[in-house]
């Protein structure tokens, strides 16, 4: 069948409207071909409370318990009676050792899903304030699709009447010092082979969207029978510059924007675009394409850590505290600034995007048309319960949801960088999260009026690309010394319109930060919130193996632990007291041992290193990568490698420069110095491991001795 469609239109005169019709018969031969082979039936389905994990042998099991009870029921002998207890005792081994394998499978084939996870341990403890909630009967898909519709068309038109109210000088003054021309372009993409599409394919999650012809884990096993057919659709598209219409169709699923809101109110979902498999491939293969371009090219923005690989929220929050550390050591006040953007995604302009990868990235030729055909003609429809609405045109912004989206948004976002660069503010992005900081002298109170001029000029940039900052939920912390952030509050109300924070602690990229920098307000939420999981998991622990209550320990409480630990370096002892204690207590559940015994000896039998430990190691493991180029170039900067004025035994030795900072709390919590500190400290093998899976097994094996070692 597949042979036929190929034959039936050549690859080399393939127009927009053959392509088209190409594809709809490839994905049609895919749908009817599944379809005869298992065709879809309706069931009615009785509800059945039967355990999910009662098979065929606890079932023959129970059967002879009941017969031998009946018979002594019957008789009355000892002998019936024994042989029904043993029956009986038999039957409960069974069905508990069902069980535990019924949720062993289920852990394995999830333990990437925490969400799958949260939802199946709070089933099972009938923990109803954590049951994730479900979309409420009473809203149908229609109405979610007029407020998603609605929400960016009342942005654009609010925008629409603020744009002319702009002074055009201004205007241009921040588009010109933001446009940066580049000389190297990307003209066509390249076709790719088999192999690399099957690797593509492999790597793909096995998701499976209401569009696509068959499920994707069926398409991935009878790849090998199809491949010549997607990869003439794959390198069809690259080399036309044009995207099938079949594949410019998304399903969207309202996601709850947090499990704490209320689900009544559309206000509190966010659209998520699923998209056809086999369109989300043809992405990967563009995606990589393009990386390697901006990577060559150096396209990227060096403080933009969202979607680039090496570059996490953790690497981001580092740098970011790292500089606010240093300026507190020097007697300095900073003003952190976290400008927050209304449905960011949704509102970008395609022509403007357009513009900037032409002009800024260098994209021309038959890409830059596949990228015009990709932002043109797009629908979306929402389904939820069960039910679609009806079919829109997008006109504005890029999928979430999508493998391409996000890349694109950062690309429309570059400007950015230029423009706060040119007020000299410290910055960093991640994604459409950007936070600014200025660290003043008590008595610079001028300097304040340059962060106005900054957040004007990102107002004015973001209102001519038609971005929303919403001044409500960007916030303002003044970091430092009490009483001289006080008396900077008082002469501080708002930065142009947005309000200082009243509150002690503000959230940035999901850690808690305080005026202080302690992060005590983060460890306390992360201890609070790992007890609760340690309780719902202390509840179903006789029913699972206990490789399996490891893997739910790690994926709910040292995931929690682990999560830009780094930031907690040198921290009082005090303050990672409770985070050891969570550990301990995880530690304790897992082996099964009780409070008054020693917690050491459990630890190292489950190979886990103390909390303390643990930032050490993540410290240590970033600095590697720093190293090796593996790292942001932000994290780069901040280590210097030692080299000695004259010929020593040392400078061989991989060492690094320790900065000369003072003795202050808050200037030895900083990551150049202690990064530095840390690393001279490791013995010569560990620091010249060749691969990083190498290091971290004698890094690990390093610190366990050391921590073990020390405690006995």
């Known amino acids: 069948m597949f042979s036929n469609i190929l034959d039936k239109y050549s690859q080399s005169t393939l127009s927009p409207v053959d392509n088209d019709q190409f594809v709809n018969d490839t994905m049609q031969a895919l749908r009817g071909t599944l379809d005869a082979v298992a065709p879809l039936k309706l069931k009615l389905v ?5 355990a999910p994990w009662f098979n065929a042998e606890t079932r023959s099991l129970k059967q002879i318990t009941r017969k031998l009870e009946r018979k002594w029921r019957r008789s009355g002998s000892e002998h019936s009676l024994n042989a029904w207890k043993c029956s009986l005792l038999s039957y409960k081994k069974s069905l508990r050792k069902a069980r535990t394998q019924y949720y062993s499978t289920l852990i394995a084939e999830n333990a990437n899903n925490p969400r799958f996870l949260f939802s199946t341990i709070a089933r099972l403890t009938s923990s109803h304030s954590s049951v994730e909630p479900h979309i409420p009967a009473t809203i149908s898909s229609e109405d979610f699709l007029q407020f998603f519709d609605n929400k960016i068309s009342n942005i654009r038109q609010k925008l629409n009447v603020v744009i002319p109210t702009i002074d055009p000088k201004q205007a241009e003054v921040v588009e010109i010092k933001a446009s940066i021309e580049t000389s190297v372009t990307l003209d066509c993409f390249t076709a790719v082979d088999q192999a690399e599409i099957a690797s593509v394919i492999t790597s793909s999650k096995t998701s499976t969207c209401l569009l696509d012809p068959i499920p994707t ?12 057919s997607i990869l003439t659709i794959i390198n069809t598209s690259l080399e036309t510059g044009y995207v099938p219409q079949s594949f410019k169709y998304a399903v969207v699923k309202p996601l709850l924007k947090k499990p704490s809101l209320d689900p009544d109110i559309l206000a509190n979902y966010r659209p998520i675009s699923n998209l056809p498999f086999i369109s989300k491939i043809l992405e990967r293969v563009v995606v990589k394409q393009l990386q390697c371009h901006l990577q060559d090219n150096n396209h990227f923005e060096d403080f933009q850590s969202g979607f680039r ?7 981001a929050l580092v740098r970011v505290t790292n500089d606010l550390l240093l300026a507190s050591e020097k007697g300095l006040i900073s003003i952190l600034v976290l400008l927050d953007l209304s ?16 002009h800024d990235i260098g994209i021309r030729g038959s890409a830059l048309q596949w ?23 997008v006109s504005y912004g890029v999928p979430q949801g999508s493998v391409l989206g996000p890349i694109l948004f950062t690309l429309y976002m570059l400007p950015l960088g230029n423009i706060i660069r040119k007020h000299s503010i410290n910055f960093h992005c991640y994604a459409d999260d950007t936070q600014l900081y200025l660290s003043i002298k008590p008595d610079q109170n001028d300097h304040l009026e340059k962060l106005n001029s900054c957040i004007r000029d990102i107002k004015t940039w973001m209102t001519i690309n038609y971005l929303l900052l919403n001044p409500e939920k960007t916030e303002v912390m003044i970091l430092g010394p009490k009483h001289l952030r006080d008396a900077l509050s008082d002469q501080i109300v708002s930065l142009d319109g947005v309000n200082v924070a009243s509150n002690s602690s503000v959230r940035n990229l999901g850690v808690l930060f305080d005026q202080d920098l302690s992060f005590k307000a983060h460890i306390s939420q992360a201890c609070k919130t790992a007890f609760f999981h340690l309780r719902n998991i202390a509840r179903i622990r006789n029913m699972l193996s206990k490789s399996d209550a490891e893997k739910l320990i790690h994926a709910f409480v040292t995931s929690r632990l682990d999560y830009c630990n780094s930031l907690l370096i040198a921290c009082p002892k005090s303050s990672l007291k409770s985070f050891q204690l969570v550990q301990n207590a995880a530690a304790r559940l897992l082996a099964g041992t009780s409070r008054r015994e020693h917690i050491t000896p459990v630890l190292a039998s489950l190979h886990w290193l103390p909390v303390e430990s643990r930032i050490k190691f993540k410290i240590l493991l ?6 090796n180029g593996v790292a942001p170039s932000y994290i780069r900067d901040l280590i210097v490698p030692y080299q000695p004025i004259r010929t020593l035994r040392s400078q061989n030795a991989g060492l690094l420069v320790v900065p000369r900072i003072s003795k202050s709390t808050v200037g030895g ?29 004698s890094l690990k094996t390093f610190l366990f001795g050391q921590a073990f070692c020390q405690a006995s």
Not at 309 to 315: C, G, N, V
Not at 669 to 677: D, I, L, M, N
């Open 46 to 50: 009785r509800q059945n409370r039967v």
């Open 217 to 228: 884990k069926l398409f991935k096993e009878i790849f090998p029978l199809i491949s010549e």
């Open 309 to 315: 690989p090496h570059h996490s929220t953790e690497t």
């Open 343 to 358: 449905a960011a995604f949704d509102t970008i302009d395609h022509s403007i995007l357009l513009q900037r990868l032409e």
């Open 371 to 393: 990228f015009e055909s990709y932002l043109s003609d797009r629908y979306q429809f929402v389904n939820v319960n069960g039910q679609s609405s009806h079919c829109t045109r």
């Open 622 to 627: 970033l600095t590697y990568k720093a190293l």
């Open 669 to 697: 919590r900083t990551f150049s110095h202690q990064a530095p500190v840390l690393w001279n400290k490791l013995p010569a093998h560990v620091r010249e491991a060749s691969t990083v899976s190498t290091f971290k097994t």
